[in-house]
């Protein structure tokens, strides 16, 4: 019973403790759900296979040295109005690379929901492009050359991001 905006007979220790209960009760469920929901949507990697890759992990620094050796300069850019994802590739001496078999990758970073592969094809001397539409925000490009025998072997991870059009 409530007199004059008070409890009748005051808050007692039982009062005090069910308010404790009740609010610590609420955390721990609220928390319990944002980890549930956190390890059932999320595999932990990035990659697939990373034990694999892993065990040949001096190889990929190997590689990434090769790279660095060529001195290659890129540039990506995209272009909303046309839709069109463009990468230039310049050689140590600045003068375009050409003849390059590429493909690539576009993802978000935070979901695979709206990965897509495109294949960039050469337009002009060092200059690849590909068709794509992409929505705005945050995306992670990634680009592969596999010349067989060609010793022009490429890798590009990147990220771009898109904005939004007025």
């Not at 609420?26 to 890759?53: C, E, H, M, Q």
């Amino acid at each position: 019973m409530m007199v004059d905006g008070r409890i009748a007979g005051g808050i007692n220790g039982r009062h005090v403790l069910m308010g404790f209960i009740g609010f610590f009760g609420l955390i721990f469920l609220a928390n319990g759900l944002f980890v549930y929901f956190a390890l059932a949507t999320f595999s932990g990697g990035d990659t697939s296979d990373p034990y694999r890759k892993g065990l040949n992990y001096n190889d990929t620094i190997a590689e990434e040295e090769r790279q660095a050796e060529q001195g290659w300069r890129t540039e990506l850019a995209y272009d909303a109005e046309a839709g069109q994802l463009r990468l230039s590739f310049r050689d140590k001496a600045a003068e375009p690379v050409s003849g390059l078999h590429l493909d690539a990758t576009l993802s978000r970073p935070a979901t695979a929901k709206e990965d897509r592969s495109i294949k960039l094809t050469e337009v002009s001397r060092g200059v690849y492009a590909g068709d794509v539409r992409l929505a705005p925000g945050a995306w992670v490009v990634s680009v592969e050359s596999d010349d067989e025998g060609a010793n022009q072997d490429y890798r590009l991870k990147q990220r771009l991001f898109v904005a939004e059009r007025p």
